[in-house]
């Protein structure tokens, strides 16, 4: 199954699930720029590449955002079994340091 097809069936999963389409939409979004970045397909990226993708220069809350959409995300290809493995599983936790309100 190619990458845009994978996207439209975890889009529709999402949609039975009652997400809001703004939350699929922005999820599309990033998940895109994911494999932009790494030029490699969702069932061919490893634990690696989804650590030097968090590496980047992104502000801590960014980051922490994009290993909950990782995590959930192959966790979604694993649990249909389009993976075997999960290579989000582990990722590294993100300290996000929490502000008091002005």
Same mark, same amino acid.
């Given at each position: 199954?190619? %990458?845009? +097809?994978?996207?439209? *069936?975890?889009? !529709?999963? =999402? /949609?039975?699930?009652?997400? /809001?389409?703004? *939350? @699929?939409?922005?999820?599309?979004? +990033?998940?895109?720029? $994911? ?7 969702? &069932?061919?990226? *490893?634990?690696?590449? $989804? @650590?030097?993708? &968090?590496?980047?220069? @992104?502000?801590?809350?960014?980051? +922490? %955002?994009?290993?909950? $959409?990782?995590?959930?995300?192959? *966790?979604? &290809? !694993?649990?249909? =079994?389009?993976?075997?493995? %999960?290579? +989000? ?9 929490? !502000?008091?309100? %002005?």
């Amino acid at each position: 199954m190619d %990458n845009d +097809a994978l996207l439209l *069936t975890w889009s !529709q999963f =999402q /949609k039975a699930e009652s997400c /809001k389409p703004d *939350t @699929i939409k922005e999820r599309e979004i +990033a998940l895109r720029a $994911l494999l932009r970045r790494s030029d490699k397909n969702f &069932l061919d990226m *490893t634990r690696h590449d $989804l @650590i030097a993708d &968090l590496a980047r220069d @992104i502000a801590p809350r960014t980051r +922490a %955002n994009y290993r909950s $959409l990782y995590h959930t995300f192959f *966790t979604w &290809l !694993q649990d249909e =079994q389009y993976r075997l493995d %999960n290579p +989000a599983a582990r990722l590294p936790r993100t300290k996000v340091i929490v !502000q008091e309100p %002005n």
